[in-house]
């Protein structure tokens, strides 16, 4: 039994939590504290809003405690608000700069709500390496505008109104998606990120 630990502070950490439920030889526990960490052989940080997440992180001194986590080695997949709270580097399409707090832990710079507004959320089918085609839910997801060593770009999509933009990422023990593989119910997804656990 392998110990997958979601960050269970806001967003749709149930269906990240129900998802792995579902795959044999996984147990899912839910991460509200520190206690919570003990143990557990990987993490998913769900998609939210990354701002609600990110203070909640560091008022109960999550971050710095993930962060050491992962520097060891610990597996971590970061959805959507998740795959921000990873990136180094952060910007709104609107408002730009947003110097809000992320764990900085991939060497990535991510564009919140590229696609535009709520209404503009959709699903599409991306074509992430290692993983195959996947149906992702981008509800005003963020772009990955670029990647630098040792992290690296592993699917894109082409958008009608921003072209070409990434939506996964790569990093040693880390992985970014921009959308939501719990929503469309990708397990592919999930088996890939588990198979971190043994590298
Ligand atoms: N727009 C949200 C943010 O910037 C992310 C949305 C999501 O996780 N579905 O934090």
């Known amino acids: ?6 960050l269970a502070l806001q967003g749709d950490f149930l269906e990240h939590i129900q998802i792995l439920r579902e795959i044999e030889g996984v147990e899912p526990v839910a991460v509200k504290r520190i206690d919570d960490l003990k143990g557990v052989d990987a993490l998913v940080i769900p998609g939210g809003e990354s701002t609600t997440i990110g203070l909640l992180l560091s008022s109960r001194g999550l971050d710095t405690k993930v962060v050491e986590l992962a520097e060891k080695g610990l597996p971590i997949m970061g959805t959507c608000a998740g795959a921000i709270l990873l990136a180094a580097k952060v910007a709104d399409r609107v408002v730009g700069e947003t110097n809000q707090f992320t764990l900085k832990l991939m060497n990535i710079e991510v564009v919140r709500n590229i696609f535009g507004r709520q209404r503009d959320s959709f699903i599409s089918t991306v074509r992430v390496e290692n993983i195959g085609l996947v149906k992702g839910a981008f509800i005003r997801a963020p772009g990955i505008k670029s990647a630098w060593p040792p992290a690296r770009v592993t699917g894109y999509i082409n958008h009608p109104s921003i072209g070409e933009i990434g939506v996964a990422a790569e990093q040693n023990n880390m992985l970014a998606l921009t959308f939501h593989p719990e929503i469309t119910g990708e397990k ?12």
């Open 188 to 199: 592919g997804v999930y088996k890939y990120f588990l198979s971190f656990i043994k590298r």
């Open 1 to 6: 039994m392998v110990k997958v630990g979601v």
